[in-house]
């Protein structure tokens, strides 16, 4: 059995260039690797500068045709898409487990979350409609209209590998756009995969290219993605070092460019909260895909009055938790993507207890060993704990006491992040106060999830530009024009 059959490809380990399947051109390869098991699942090319030019002509010379088709036949290959997306969604959910480590039922949930934008902007790509407005000068009539931006570079993370990707493509296809799609060093199977639907799903040459590639790759690929100037927009989902690169790079060509980098969230537990609630929000926001998410919960802030309460029961259902492989049954907790995350969060631990924090459940690597953490709660974590002040990336909640909704609000609004917080009252007006506070771009108030195609989802301050989902998201992929008629 060769090694994409092993993994479970719905299609070749290669890269996809103007609707061909391409290896790199000097042939060479980098092993992807299952994080719970170390194992090698295929080899992908090495793509580089070259490589990434021909996607980007290719995008470009498919541009005129794509843009010229209807809004409904462009909608009904996204439909089409979506469907085999979840026709396959088993197969997918599974090598999205060996790829990226998270348990099986989250992958089958991410198959069809993504899935979603694709029938979402499938139906908006319908409704981009323009403007007609009353003239503004003697003898004239002036129209708006909304025109595709023109080719798209996409870069994605490894923490949602399907979704990451339908949630830029969709938008952007329906919109008219090609684009070139750059995703994940740790997870380029699953782009793969996504891919190989792309194409029984009828999605024209050119429209959809995928260049992959190892980590040193990255900059030369992002490098052609930011400064040819055919392509028009960048759409990055990573951390805020590497988007902040990016949009410098991308300045020089003056590229429309829409990120989604990292967070800190605050989960905020008032004094009239209804615990029961809390804890279910937390251990959702807190320890889906081991914390490896840009709006998992990294800063736990608790009312004097029910932190004891919160703390214990926040601990009992952390240490209920199934640490194992995502293809266990029962798994709650996978592995973390690599080493470095594990550095991270030890390195987190650390520095919150010699700052004073309690390590209440948890704290060490799990005998499993590999990349398998125990999860874990820290009480009494400094503001200034390393923590709370940078996004942690790993299944370890940092509980700090407040005493009043003024310092809460404070402590929140206390970084230069600003993508998601989360609070939890009974007190409708506190509810208007407190939203209407927070520095961030989502706001979830007694829950602990709120991601859907239909929403919009993005940051406000260092967490990014742009929105995706939503009615936004495919404004960010359209440009308006103007049409001024005289004579009239
Ligand atoms: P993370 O910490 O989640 O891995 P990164 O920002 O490093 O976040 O990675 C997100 C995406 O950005 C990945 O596809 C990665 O390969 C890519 N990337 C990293 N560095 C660069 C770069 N210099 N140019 C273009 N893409 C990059």
């Given at each position: 059995m060769?090694?994409?059959?092993?993994?479970?490809?719905?299609?070749?380990?290669?890269?996809?260039?103007?609707?061909?399947?391409?290896a790199?051109?000097?042939?060479?390869?980098?092993?992807?690797?299952?994080?719970?098991?170390?194992?090698?699942?295929?080899?992908?090319?090495?793509?580089?500068?070259?490589?990434?030019?021909?996607?980007?002509?290719?995008?470009?010379?498919?541009?005129?045709?794509?843009?010229?088709?209807?809004s409904d036949?462009?909608?009904?290959?996204?439909?089409?898409?979506?469907?085999l997306?979840?026709?396959?969604?088993?197969?997918?959910?599974?090598l999205?487990?060996?790829?990226?480590?998270?348990?099986?039922?989250?992958?089958?949930?991410?198959?069809?979350?993504?899935?979603?934008?694709?029938?979402?902007?499938?139906?908006?790509?319908?409704?981009?409609?323009g403007?007609?407005?009353?003239?503004?000068?003697?003898?004239?009539?002036?129209?708006?209209?909304?025109?595709?931006?023109?080719?798209?570079?996409?870069?994605?993370?490894?923490?949602?590998?399907?979704a990451?990707?339908?949630?830029?493509?969709?938008?952007?296809?329906?919109?008219?756009?090609?684009?070139?799609l750059?995703?994940?060093?740790?997870?380029?199977?699953?782009?793969?995969?996504?891919?190989?639907?792309?194409?029984?799903?009828?999605?024209?040459?050119?429209?959809?290219?995928?260049?992959?590639?190892?980590?040193?790759?990255?900059?030369?690929?992002?490098?052609?993605?930011?400064?040819?100037?055919?392509?028009?927009?960048?759409?990055?989902?990573?951390?805020?070092?590497?988007?902040?690169?990016l949009?410098?790079?991308?300045?020089?060509?003056?590229?429309?460019?829409?990120?989604?980098?990292?967070?800190?969230?605050?989960?905020?537990?008032?004094?009239d909260?209804?615990?029961?609630?809390?804890?279910?929000?937390?251990?959702?926001?807190?320890?889906?895909?081991?914390?490896?998410?840009?709006?998992s919960?990294?800063?736990?802030?608790?009312?004097?009055?029910?932190?004891?309460?919160?703390?214990?029961?926040?601990?009992?259902?952390?240490?209920?938790?199934?640490?194992?492989?995502?293809?266990d049954?029962?798994?709650?907790?996978?592995?973390?993507?690599?080493?470095?995350?594990?550095?991270?969060?030890?390195?987190?631990?650390?520095?919150?207890?010699?700052?004073?924090a309690?390590?209440?459940?948890?704290?060490?690597?799990?005998?499993?060993?590999?990349?398998?953490?125990?999860?874990?709660?820290?009480?009494?974590?400094?503001?200034?704990?390393?923590?709370?002040?940078?996004?942690?990336?790993?299944?370890?909640?940092?509980?700090?006491?407040?005493?009043?909704?003024?310092?809460?609000?404070?402590?929140?609004?206390?970084?230069?992040?600003?993508?998601?917080?989360?609070?939890?009252?009974?007190?409708?007006?506190?509810?208007?106060?407190?939203?209407?506070?927070?520095?961030?771009?989502?706001?979830?108030?007694?829950?602990?999830?709120?991601?859907?195609?239909?929403?919009?989802?993005?940051?406000?301050?260092?967490?990014?530009?742009?929105?995706?989902?939503?009615?936004?998201?495919?404004?960010?992929?359209?440009?308006?024009?103007?049409?001024?008629?005289?004579g009239?």
């Amino acid at each position: 059995m060769s090694a994409p059959d092993r993994a479970g490809l719905l299609g070749p380990a290669l890269g996809y260039v103007g609707g061909r399947w391409t290896a790199a051109d000097d042939g060479r390869t980098f092993p992807v690797t299952d994080p719970a098991t170390g194992q090698i699942l295929a080899e992908v090319p090495r793509m580089g500068a070259r490589e990434t030019v021909r996607a980007i002509q290719a995008a470009n010379a498919a541009a005129p045709g794509w843009r010229a088709l209807s809004s409904d036949e462009r909608g009904q290959l996204l439909r089409t898409w979506a469907a085999l997306l979840i026709d396959n969604r088993d197969q997918l959910a599974r090598l999205l487990v060996r790829e990226q480590g998270k348990p099986l039922p989250e992958a089958a949930q991410e198959v069809t979350y993504a899935a979603s934008f694709l029938d979402w902007f499938a139906e908006e790509g319908r409704r981009a409609y323009g403007d007609v407005i009353p003239a503004g000068l003697p003898g004239t009539r002036m129209t708006a209209v909304r025109e595709p931006v023109g080719v798209g570079a996409c870069i994605t993370p490894w923490n949602f590998p399907i979704a990451m990707i339908t949630r830029k493509a969709a938008p952007a296809l329906a919109a008219g756009c090609p684009i070139v799609l750059k995703p994940a060093e740790q997870t380029p199977l699953c782009a793969l995969a996504v891919c190989a639907l792309s194409e029984r799903a009828g999605i024209p040459a050119g429209v959809f290219n995928v260049v992959v590639g190892d980590a040193e790759d990255a900059p030369a690929v992002g490098l052609e993605l930011t400064t040819r100037p055919e392509v028009r927009k960048l759409s990055f989902t990573g951390s805020t070092t590497v988007g902040s690169l990016l949009m410098r790079q991308a300045a020089d060509t003056i590229k429309s460019v829409s990120l989604e980098l990292g967070g800190n969230a605050p989960f905020i537990v008032f004094d009239d909260a209804d615990l029961d609630v809390a804890i279910s929000a937390a251990m959702a926001a807190k320890f889906r895909n081991a914390g490896q998410t840009c709006v998992s919960a990294n800063r736990f802030l608790v009312a004097d009055s029910v932190y004891d309460d919160f703390l214990a029961a926040l601990a009992e259902h952390t240490a209920a938790l199934a640490v194992g492989n995502g293809l266990d049954p029962g798994t709650d907790v996978g592995p973390l993507i690599d080493q470095a995350a594990i550095r991270k969060i030890e390195r987190h631990i650390a520095d919150a207890v010699h700052r004073g924090a309690k390590v209440v459940t948890g704290g060490e690597p799990h005998r499993l060993g590999g990349t398998f953490f125990q999860p874990t709660v820290l009480a009494d974590c400094p503001p200034n704990a390393e923590i709370c002040c940078e996004e942690t990336f790993g299944p370890v909640a940092a509980v700090t006491r407040f005493n009043d909704e003024d310092e809460a609000v404070r402590h929140a609004n206390k970084t230069p992040y600003g993508l998601a917080a989360y609070f939890f009252t009974r007190d409708t007006r506190r509810v208007w106060r407190v939203s209407e506070a927070l520095e961030t771009g989502i706001v979830a108030v007694n829950t602990g999830a709120f991601s859907s195609p239909v929403a919009p989802f993005g940051g406000v301050k260092q967490s990014g530009l742009g929105r995706e989902g939503g009615r936004e998201g495919i404004g960010d992929w359209m440009e308006t024009k103007y049409v001024c008629h005289g004579g009239i």
